[in-house]
């Protein structure tokens, strides 16, 4: 892979908003929003560069797009966004990811701060105990083969028929919980046998669970109509497929390295199918059913959070505002030219940022937009942004999904020490429980950008509007 483009490629268009023009087999410019800092980090890695090949794939609408949060990917940067031509253009799984839809999911509650700060040990403790982390880990929930293609098909909604919460669950999420195109006949055993032992599993990594209050509110309007106040405790959720949207991801790499090769694709690592092709197709339906599998996951992790939390709290309450895919391909209508237009777009590390009106939206949120969850890095701020009409016309309707990482985990293990890392959260009073030391030092938030001014760029440019800032108290990890 060629490396970034030099400093003179990138030109400034307007305040957090650059652009590289189109050159060589490009087929449309690279627009990057980022600050001037923003900026400098991203040129650390080969992120612009990875757009850039984006930028070459057959088929490709108006812009590739690179998000605040943007750092080096496999195949998309992490932060890239870009939208192909139904009947023209490519599916492919380097603009989705391994983990897909890696997602996250916000809970309000009927607690206040005060109720949790006397007891954030023992629920730090009771939720890591109970709810399984980390690498291979198996889930809370027994399930047979017959069961995960039911899953696959259904979404959230099969644990909600299972007595894993409730249907507004369900109508509280992206696709409502569930992808509607997933076709399990096109998801291989051994992704079926990875995926299997993993439902009610939050996964390591960046994945996590929080209990947060809400420590300020930018949009009074926007936030009552999410249902969040002052002081009051959330919690949020983020996971992804485990190992059958892994397994899915890499079974299609492979077949579509086989059947199209790499002669007219500037990185490997994109390696695509024509959307229309049986291939295509092939691919988003099985994508789709571990869209449905994550969905899933996470209300089943919902249903054990609740039951958790009324241990400590038997009055305890706590309803989804939203749960927003991070990963994941979606057949969209955008504008064109003047002309509204079905596209293919990818969000690799991107979050959905509809305004108002758009049909997508549940009803509840339809004179506002979409909520959007933007977590920080472990120990940080996160925040609830609401989708706007300019994100539309600007980026596809996406904003960035996270801090985004500026140090490889590998070389945060050999620079950070974890008793820095844990004085940092005891001043913070953060009580963290984790699987290991290693991934404290590889999710500390000096492994990430600064997701204040990550959120801050957003809201400037506006594709996404600030309504509310959340501070960590309990954090789990794998």
Request: hydrophobic share 35%; glycine share 8%; proline share 3%.
């Amino acid at each position: 892979m060629a490396k970034n483009p030099d400093i003179e490629e990138v030109k400034k268009v307007s305040e957090n908003i650059y652009r590289v023009e189109k050159t060589g087999k490009m087929s449309v410019p690279v627009i990057i929003y980022a600050s001037e800092k923003l900026l400098k980090e991203m040129k650390k890695d080969n992120c612009i560069q990875q757009m850039k090949n984006v930028a070459c794939l057959p088929g490709i609408e108006k812009n590739a797009i690179v998000l605040p949060d943007a750092h080096l990917g496999y195949g998309f940067c992490i932060g890239g966004v870009a939208a192909f031509d139904i009947d023209k253009g490519v599916i492919s799984p380097g603009g989705v990811g391994y983990d897909i839809s890696c997602s996250v999911r916000l809970l309000k509650t009927n607690l206040k701060k005060q109720d949790i700060e006397k007891k954030q040990k023992e629920i730090a403790k009771k939720l890591y105990n109970k709810l399984p982390t980390g690498v291979g880990k198996g889930g809370k929930v027994r399930i047979d083969k017959k069961e995960i293609k039911e899953i696959m098909k259904k979404g959230s909604l099969w644990a909600v028929e299972n007595g894993y919460g409730i249907k507004e669950d369900c109508e509280l999420s992206e696709e409502q919980g569930c992808m509607k195109d997933a076709e399990p006949e096109f998801v291989s055993e051994r992704a079926i046998a990875r995926g299997i032992n993993q439902l009610g599993s939050l996964g390591s990594g960046n994945h996590f669970l929080e209990v947060q209050y809400v420590e300020n509110i930018l949009d009074e309007k926007t936030a009552e109509i999410f249902g969040l106040e002052m002081g009051q405790v959330c919690i949020m959720i983020h996971c992804g497929s485990r190992g059958l949207g892994h397994q899915i991801a890499s079974d299609y790499i492979k077949l579509m390295e086989e059947e199209y090769g790499f002669e007219n694709i500037p990185d490997r690592q994109l390696i695509c199918a024509p959307i229309k092709s049986e291939l295509g197709q092939k691919y988003y339906k099985g994508m789709c059913c571990a869209a449905n599998f994550a969905f899933c996951n996470k209300q089943v992790l919902t249903h054990f959070t609740r039951e958790i939390m009324k241990e400590f709290f038997p009055n305890f309450k706590a309803e989804v505002v939203y749960d927003v895919c991070h990963n994941i391909a979606k057949f969209e209508e955008h504008e064109i030219n003047g002309v509204k237009k079905m596209l293919c777009v990818h969000r690799k590390g991107a979050t959905r940022s509809l305004g108002k009106g758009r049909k997508e939206i549940p009803e509840k949120y339809l004179t506002v937009g979409q909520p959007i969850i933007i977590p920080g890095s472990m120990g940080t701020s996160s925040y609830i942004l609401v989708g706007t009409e300019n994100a539309e016309k600007l980026s596809f309707a996406s904003t960035a999904h996270g801090a985004g990482r500026i140090m490889s985990r590998f070389e945060a293990m050999r620079t950070l020490k974890v008793e820095n890392i844990k004085n940092e959260m005891e001043k913070n009073h953060i009580e963290v429980s984790a699987g290991s030391w290693k991934s404290l030092v590889e999710e500390s938030p000096n492994s990430y950008k600064d997701v204040d001014e990550v959120v801050r760029v957003s809201d400037e440019v506006r594709i996404g509007k600030i309504v509310a800032k959340l501070k960590p108290m309990v954090v789990v990890k794998g």
